[in-house]
């Protein structure tokens, strides 16, 4: 704001929200990933039938180049299957098997479904830094850590998503979709309850409740 003789002039930037830095998020269970006050009002875990709508929308055998962020800080090298077109910025965050070892860190991205197949197995999907697919039919241990990305119930367009602990996401819409541009970080449901963060690998491979985690344990991979 400037002062001109007895009146003042206001100028506002338009700079935009500013976005928390995430490398890969936290990796989550599927017992918090599918808890009803895991995402903020208006926004869900998708489930396996949504990302499907995506895949349709980029078709199927680009999804994967199409999604995937490019360069070699957040992959393998040489990761030639991406071009990240539609900015949805999906990064090779591995996973945490139920055993609780970790695995394959900047080589695949495992991102949860909400879609529950039996007592202890739900969907999830993944990239592979050797293709460019998203590959889809695939049931994996509710037990095990994956990456959680979240979709708008409907189709406008916002800038930015905050969660309770106050990390600013980015968002993307593709198609009819909007989603959040970058893998979940919150460590409490959206009543503000904490998620348990467990570390040890036994406890982990116990969990029939939600929890998660950094990947190794390492908050520098968050």
């Known amino acids: 704001m400037i002062q001109k003789g007895n009146s003042f002039i206001s100028f506002l930037a338009d700079v935009g929200p500013v976005f928390t830095a995430i490398k890969y998020g936290y990796l989550y269970n599927w ?15 998708p489930s396996a039938a949504d ?14 180049t199409k999604t995937k962020e490019t360069g070699i ?14 900015n949805l910025n999906i990064r090779g965050n591995g996973t ?3 055993s609780g070892e970790f695995y394959f860190l900047n080589e695949y991205s495992y991102i949860w479904t ?4 039996n007592t202890t197995q739900a969907r999830h999907r993944w990239w592979s830094v050797y293709d460019n697919s998203i590959h889809t039919a695939s049931t994996y241990d509710k037990k095990s850590g994956d990456g959680v990305r979240l979709l708008k119930d409907d189709s406008t367009l916002v800038s930015s998503l905050t969660d309770v602990d106050g990390n600013v996401y980015p968002t993307t819409k593709i198609g009819t979709q909007v989603w959040t541009a970058m893998n979940w970080k919150c460590t ?22 939600g929890a998660y985690c950094a990947y190794n344990n390492d908050e520098n991979n968050v």
């Open 73 to 86: 800080i957040y992959w393998n090298d040489p990761n030639s299957f991406a071009s990240n077109s539609t």
């Open 96 to 98: 945490r098997y139920n």
């Open 188 to 209: 409490k449901l959206n009543n503000s309850t904490s998620i348990s963060n467990v570390t040890d690998n036994t406890s982990w491979a116990a969990l029939t409740t």
């Open 51 to 64: 990302w499907d709508v995506l895949c349709d929308t980029l078709l199927w055998t680009e999804t994967g």
């Open 31 to 45: 017992y918090a990933a599918s808890d009803p006050l895991f995402a903020p009002a208006g926004w869900r875990v």
């Open 114 to 117: 909400s879609t529950s197949i």
